[in-house]
């Protein structure tokens, strides 16, 4: 079935640094692929997205690489700050489904 | 505007109940889309509705329901709970569901004793 594997589940990087998140999904027909940021206690909240005939993305600090031969999609964002630190969960959607799939998402720590 | 709202906020109910939670989405949303998460297993989709039609059904059993209103606000059923049931429940609501952006609600926590 269809399913979306994320890595690394934490992640500490100090202030400054940058993070790098990968995704790997399995279903051929996923076109869209949003990233949310959850913090503690919060709603997820959409932070970028790309779509398939889209090669990358950046917005500000954060950028997403979508690599669709192999399945994979990444979000890096730079200069690391505290605020920065919460559970990032990536999803993959086709149009035809009207359905998400999500990662399991990825504890992201900022140390200052 | 404002944002998707859920209700109740928090639940406790005991095993073998049931339970009914509420999601009024975004004005102008037609789709809703309801997701369990627990920790370590993420958000997994339960189902979506789209002018009260549900499009597609995640792999849980069938003591999970739910249901779409003309004014697209949604409920989930759970019937005959068990312990694996607590969880966080968040709806979501977009305009279509066809792979736009997604907003979620604050959540409705569950616990099963």
């Known amino acids: 079935g269809e399913n979306v594997e994320q890595h690394p589940s934490t992640l500490s990087v100090q202030e400054g640094d940058s993070a790098v998140i990968k995704c790997t999904y399995s279903?051929?027909?996923?076109?869209?692929f949003p990233w949310y940021k959850q913090e503690l206690g919060k709603r997820p909240q959409l932070i970028i997205d790309?779509?398939?005939?889209?090669g990358e993305k950046k917005d500000q600090r954060i950028a997403v690489t979508l690599n669709k031969t192999a399945k994979h999609f990444s979000l890096h964002i730079t200069e690391t700050q505290p605020e920065d630190s919460a559970v990032y969960f990536c999803?993959?959607?086709?149009?035809?489904?009207?359905?998400?799939?999500f990662g399991t998402g990825t504890r992201l720590k900022v140390l200052a | 505007k404002a944002g998707v709202t859920q209700t109740p906020r928090y639940l406790i109910k005991t095993r073998g109940q049931q339970v009914t939670l509420s999601c009024s989405p975004i004005?102008?949303?037609?789709?809703v889309s309801w997701y369990q998460q627990t920790p370590g297993q993420g958000l997994q989709f339960l189902f979506e509705?789209?002018?009260?039609?549900?499009?597609n059904k995640g792999n849980f059993p069938g003591r999970f329901s739910g249901r779409q209103f003309s004014n697209s606000r949604s409920e989930m059923n759970v019937s005959t709970l068990e312990l694996g049931d607590s969880a966080l429940y968040l709806c979501?609501?977009?305009?279509?569901?066809?792979?736009?952006?997604?907003?979620f609600g604050p959540g409705t926590r569950l616990t099963v004793l």
């Open positions: 509705y789209f002018s009260e039609t549900q499009r």
């Open positions: 790309i779509r398939s005939n889209v």
């Open positions: 999803a993959a959607g086709d149009s035809g489904t009207y359905k998400y799939i």
């Open positions: 279903d051929s027909a996923s076109n869209y």
């Open positions: 004005s102008g949303h037609r789709s």
């Open positions: 979501a609501s977009s305009l279509t569901g066809n792979t736009d952006t997604q907003y």
